[in-house]
T-cell receptor
Framework: QQQVKQSPQSLIVQKGGIPIINCAYE??????FPWYQQFPGKGPALLIA?????SEKKEGRFTISFNKSAKQFSLHIMDSQPGDSATYFC????????????FGTGTLLAVQP | GAVVSQHPSRVICKSGTSVKIECRSL??????MFWYRQFPKQSLMLMAT?????????EQGVEKDKFLINHASLTLSTLTVTSAHPEDSSFYIC?????????????FGPGTRLTVL
């Protein structure tokens, strides 16, 4: 019940395309859903996060869509660029408890020029 | 704001020695820090939660006597890998919770690559 399932494992898109990465969770106590971007040999960087009281959040080219009833959320990257090539992790946390992040398995994104 | 640093970025040590990794929050006070390890092409695995001035809380399966965590101040936590062995070789990443930044967001350090020969 603590797992966060992430798909796909890897994704290749052309420059300008819109990659979509999906995550699903079981624990209804989760109330914070961040996305992290990680380049090889670096720590994860927070991209964007959402709380379950909204269904969508946009920050620049990154959009989170959240479906509370389906317990799913997804990351969309608009006008993707080769510099977006990285590994993306979704996560979930229960802020009312320990606020520990439960990470998805990661998606390796390659944006081809 | 919300910058977290780690030192060293890379360390190579001999089997049986101990290695200390530092995690610092540079521009905020972090009452809680987290330590993760990450194997190649895998996700982050939480090892322990470190609270300033108290004992760390370890995740199931993580040996507390092998991975010593100290959180002596609001800006510094250390992880010491004692009697390191080759299987401890991994990428160790810390994060710090910024209580004044939105929803207690966690900000990650750049990671420390540990290689045990």
């Amino acid at each position: 019940q603590q797992q966060v399932k992430q798909s796909p494992q890897s994704l290749i898109v052309q420059k300008g395309g819109i990659p979509i990465i999906n995550c699903a969770y079981e624990n209804t106590a989760f109330d914070y859903f961040p996305w992290y971007q990680q380049f090889p040999g670096k720590g994860p960087a927070l991209l964007i996060a959402i709380r379950p009281d909204v269904s969508e959040k946009k920050e620049g080219r990154f959009t989170i869509s959240f479906n509370k009833s389906a317990k799913q959320f997804s990351l969309h990257i608009m006008d993707s660029q080769p510099g977006d090539s990285a590994t993306y992790f979704c996560a979930a946390a229960n802020g009312g408890a320990t606020n520990k992040l439960i990470f998805g398995t990661g998606t390796l994104l390659a944006v081809q020029p | 704001g919300a910058v977290v640093s780690q030192h060293p970025s890379r360390v190579i040590c001999k089997s049986g020695t101990s290695v200390k990794i530092e995690c610092r929050s540079l521009d905020f006070q972090a009452t809680t820090m987290f330590w993760y390890r990450q194997f190649p092409k895998q996700s982050l695995m939480l090892m322990a939660t470190s609270n300033e001035g108290s004992k760390a809380t370890y995740e199931q399966g993580v040996e507390k006597d092998k991975f010593l965590i100290n959180h002596a101040s609001l800006t510094l936590s250390t992880l010491t890998v004692t009697s390191a062995h080759p299987e401890d070789s991994s990428f160790y990443i810390c994060s710090a919770r910024n209580p004044s930044s939105g929803y207690n967001e966690q900000f990650f350090g750049p990671g420390t690559r540990l290689t045990v020969l």
